[in-house]
């Protein structure tokens, strides 16, 4: 078991506002949180894809089958459990951006921003991505890290559009345009949610990886591999 620095170690003089914390917590954290999501969203195409429940229960309650209200509380715990992983992620990029910035080299992003800029109107699509590709570039994530950010943020945006195009079934009223919207949301989900969480590990592995190599650590000792 590695034992890791102190909390408050920072890397360089340049960066002393700038703390280094080893990302371990908040990653395992996040990445239960994001597990159980997994597990709800795939319930929830299962259960859409068996009994096309979704469009009789939110057309016709009254007429729907049994498994209906099984998927609206699949679906509604879902939505819950999405806005808690949203907070907690923006807590997690906080805290990669700051380890990021620990390492002394200059960044156009601030850290304030990874957390905010989740949450802003409009620009919580576009700014996100510049900013945690920017902290894995900076931990070492190099191409590959950049590509895996890009995948991540294209799922969480088309996901989002899926739910955008199951408000508008769901005026629309009609059955299949329902199922077949629900399908795409939750599947967009599904997928976003899996290469979350490949990407909160590999953000963990970069940023101990550099931090031990900053630190002047053996090579033998200084990785635990994701």
């Not at 900013?131 to 991540?152: D, F, T």
């Not at 199951?166 to 629900?182: C, E, K, N, S, T």
Request: glycine share 8%; hydrophobic share 55%.
């Amino acid at each position: 078991m590695l034992r890791w620095p102190e909390r408050g170690f920072s890397m360089t003089d340049q960066a002393s506002k700038h703390r280094w914390v080893d990302p371990g917590g908040i990653t395992r954290f996040l990445a239960i949180t994001v597990g159980v999501l997994i597990v709800m969203k795939a319930a929830a195409l299962i259960l859409t894809l068996v009994s096309g429940a979704s469009a009789e229960y939110m057309t016709a309650p009254e007429d729907s089958d049994a498994e209906a209200p099984a998927l609206r509380a699949v679906l509604d715990m879902s939505y819950f459990l999405i806005l808690f992983a949203y907070l907690i992620g923006a807590v997690w990029a906080h805290r990669v951006a700051v380890n990021a910035h620990s390492f002394g080299v200059p960044m156009r992003h601030g850290t304030a921003g990874a957390f905010w800029w989740f949450f802003a109107p409009v620009a919580g699509y576009i700014m996100p991505y510049f900013v945690i590709r920017e902290a894995a570039h900076v931990s070492g994530g190099g191409p590959k890290g950049r590509r895996l950010v890009l995948v991540w943020w294209l799922l969480f945006v088309a996901s989002n559009m899926g739910l955008t195009l199951f408000l508008v079934a769901f005026v629309d009223g009609d059955p299949g345009f329902i199922v077949m919207a629900r399908l795409i949301g939750d599947a967009l989900a599904l997928a976003g949610a899996v290469v979350f969480m490949a990407l909160l590990f590999q953000f963990q592995f970069w940023q101990r990886t550099k931090f031990y190599a900053a630190a002047g650590y053996p090579p033998d000792e200084a990785v635990e591999t994701p």
